[in-house]
């Protein structure tokens, strides 16, 4: 908890510190619009190290990851968008780094970047595309589900971004095939349980709205990180994971 407590306050140091400048940008953002400061995310890296000073080995990788200059660059690029696994991968070689590592921190640190961007350009100028697979904000897979109000429409949360966008309850946000979801859960009321794909394997966590015992407000980061016993249980299960949760909100 402390070690994504410190990546969410550096990560918002750095939204706050970007401009995007006075021209809206284009949406689903575009792979060309995303040109981060490295100095942004060295600082980023940084400041996440020092909530780890009860884990000095794990500090001491993130402080050596940040002295990587342009290279930051062309790992968060690679991450946000695709993600580019031969360039992580080269990039890993280059760096010391694993590739899970530059997967996981090269979209923390486009995160801020890609959120602000969103922000400049205004939720209205996203297209209508109402069984969209993939975020039509920034491109990236879902990381978490949500089921809001009495209807019980789903919701689908961007990894990257946060934005959330309406999907049919019956498909598989990652293939697309109707009908093939199975459900692991704890209980016939659970809250929060595992949607996994017959066709593609992959999972995504659901969180019901509807069932959860407090009123407070339904924070999908809050939610992607208290869940992550489900990720172990989808992994026992032999489920395939989504890209990581990064996202600011």
């Not at 990546?7 to 284009?26: E, H, N, S, W």
């Not at 000095?56 to 991450?79: S, T």
């Not at 979801?181 to 659970?190: D, H, M, N, P």
């Not at 394997?201 to 992607?224: F, M």
């Amino acid at each position: 908890m402390s070690f994504r407590s410190g990546l969410y306050r550096a990560q918002m140091a750095a939204y706050d510190a970007f401009d995007p400048g006075p021209a809206a940008p284009q949406l689903p953002l575009p792979p060309a619009s995303f040109k981060p400061d490295p100095a942004i995310l060295a600082r980023v890296l940084v400041q996440t190290a020092d909530a780890l000073e009860e884990n000095p080995p794990a500090r001491a990788k993130l402080v050596k990851l940040a002295d990587n200059g342009d290279k930051l660059v062309q790992a968060a690029q690679a991450a946000a968008f695709g993600p580019d696994l031969p360039t992580l991968e080269r990039l890993a070689g280059e760096t010391g780094a694993a590739l899970e590592e530059l997967l996981f921190f090269g979209r923390a640190l486009a995160a801020p970047y890609i959120s602000r961007m969103i922000a400049a350009a205004g939720e209205s100028a996203v297209p209508a595309s109402p069984e969209a697979r993939l975020c039509p904000y920034c491109g990236s897979e879902p990381g978490l589900s949500l089921i809001r109000g009495d209807t019980g429409y789903r919701f689908l949360v961007c990894s990257l971004c946060g934005q959330e966008w309406g999907f049919p309850r019956s498909k598989c946000p990652f293939c697309g095939t109707d009908s093939s979801l199975e459900i692991i859960t704890e209980g016939a009321q659970a809250p929060r349980w595992i949607e996994s794909c017959a066709q593609c394997q992959c999972y995504l966590k659901i969180v019901d709205q509807r069932r959860r015992g407090d009123q407070t407000a339904l924070i999908p980061l809050v939610e992607a990180i208290q869940t992550l016993y489900l990720d172990f249980i989808a992994a026992k299960e032999g489920c395939q994971p989504g890209l990581p949760y990064v996202a600011l909100k």
